[in-house]
Nanobody, 122 residues
Framework: VQLQASGRGLVQAGGSLRVSCAAS????????VGWFRQAPGKDREFVAA????????YYADSMKGRFTISRDNAKKTVYLQMNSLKVEDTAVYSC????????????????WGQGTLVTVSS
């Protein structure tokens, strides 16, 4: 499966932005998809993930209540809606896919898309 993230943007603190992850490949709906982010000078960190059916979602603690992950398998797209954005949310956001059980570590994911930059200004 091939992935491409989009939705690059500049937003003020407190604002909202949605990033998308479009996939190609016939078996997209069998993949678990996660969002990760990497800020300058920092390690890549887990943001959120969603099961192949969309019935199970989970988030990093700092994103709970602010971010929502969803997917539309008919469109082969996974979304990350980000609300109440903070300056510290500034990062390159990347999507990744895997088969098998849920996971929050980047090394567990086999397929990666090119990231998209989200900048939150004060």
């Amino acid at each position: 499966v091939q992935l491409q993230a989009s939705g690059r943007g500049l937003v003020q603190a407190g604002g909202s932005l949605r990033v998308s992850c479009a996939a190609s490949g016939r078996t997209f709906d069998s993949y678990h998809v996660g969002w990760f982010r990497q800020a300058p000078g920092k390690d890549r960190e887990f943001v959120a993930a969603i099961s192949w059916s969309g019935s199970v979602t989970y988030y990093a603690d700092s994103m709970k209540g602010r971010f929502t992950i969803s997917r539309d398998n008919a469109k082969k797209t996974v979304y990350l809606q980000m609300n109440s954005l903070k300056v510290e949310d500034t990062a390159v956001y990347s999507c990744a896919a895997k088969q098998g059980p849920r996971a929050t570590t980047p090394s567990s994911y086999n397929y990666w898309g090119q990231g998209t930059l989200v900048t939150v200004s004060s």
